[in-house]
C-alpha cells in the first residue's frame, strides 16, 4: 500500500486539530490535484481539503458549531492559507 507524503499544511491541520480535540478519528485529506488549474489553485499543492474528525468534543453540538470550532482551532488556515476546507465533523458514535 502507498502511503500520500503530507505536506506541511496538511502536518499542521492534523497537529492542531489533535491538540484540539483528541480525536478517535482524523483524515486530512488533500483534494488539491482535482482543483488544478481550478479558481483557488495557488500551485502549491494544498489548497483544497477534506476533513474528517470524530471526537468526543462534538457532542450534543449541532454541526455548524462543530464545523465552527474546527475551523477556530485552525486559526488563519481556512480561507486564508487554504482556498478550500470541506469539514465532515462527527461525535463519538455517530
Do not use: C, W, Y
Not at 505536506?7 to 488539491?32: C, M, Q
Not at 477534506?50 to 465552527?68: C, K, L, P
Request: hydrophobic content about 40%.
Amino acid at each position: 500500500m502507498e502511503q500520500e507524503i503530507k505536506g506541511a499544511v496538511a502536518r499542521e491541520i492534523e497537529d492542531l486539530l489533535t491538540k484540539a480535540f483528541a480525536p478517535t478519528h482524523l483524515a486530512v485529506i488533500n483534494d488539491s490535484a482535482s482543483h488544478s488549474g481550478h479558481s483557488g489553485d495557488d500551485g502549491s499543492g494544498e489548497s483544497h481539503f477534506t476533513v474528517e474528525i470524530t471526537s468526543a468534543s462534538f457532542d450534543g453540538i449541532n454541526r455548524v458549531m462543530r464545523q465552527r470550532m474546527v475551523n477556530k482551532a485552525l486559526g488563519d488556515i481556512p480561507g486564508e492559507r487554504v482556498h478550500a476546507l470541506a469539514i465532515k465533523a462527527k461525535a463519538v458514535g455517530e
